[in-house]
């Protein structure tokens, strides 16, 4: 299974982005999440999808991200609005599936004041 992360760039404090993260097989469909990492950082979980659709977020992102799937497209996105300097980030998409953890590569996001 490979998961392909896209969409990362620079943007302004206040913009948004939207972050794809594509599967080779229908693995989004029981979980999915989207991590992230700040340089001297540890990884964090920033938002997370269960096979029911229940959603869940960092306190530090609740009310501007939104993790989302299509299930059609072996795709899980997640939504960032309001962007803030803090939220730069490599962002890694990731999902449990056959009891192996799948991780994409990262896409960087660079958030400017």
């Known amino acids: 299974v490979q998961l392909q992360a896209s969409g990362g760039g620079l943007v302004q404090a206040g913009g948004s982005l939207r972050l794809s993260c594509a599967a080779s097989?229908?693995?989004?469909?029981?979980?999915a999440n989207w991590y992230r990492q700040a340089p001297g950082k540890q990884r964090e979980l920033v938002a997370a999808?269960?096979?029911?659709?229940?959603?869940n977020y960092a306190d530090s992102v609740k009310g501007r991200f939104t993790i989302s799937r299509d299930n059609a497209k072996n795709t899980v996105y997640l939504q960032m609005n309001s962007l803030k300097p803090e939220d730069t980030a490599v962002y890694y998409c990731?999902?449990?599936?056959?009891?192996?953890?799948?991780w994409g590569q990262g896409t960087q996001v660079t958030v400017s004041s």
């Open positions: 097989k229908n693995i989004f469909s029981i979980n």
């Open positions: 990731n999902a449990l599936y056959r009891l192996q953890i799948y």
């Open positions: 999808i269960t096979s029911g659709g229940s959603t």
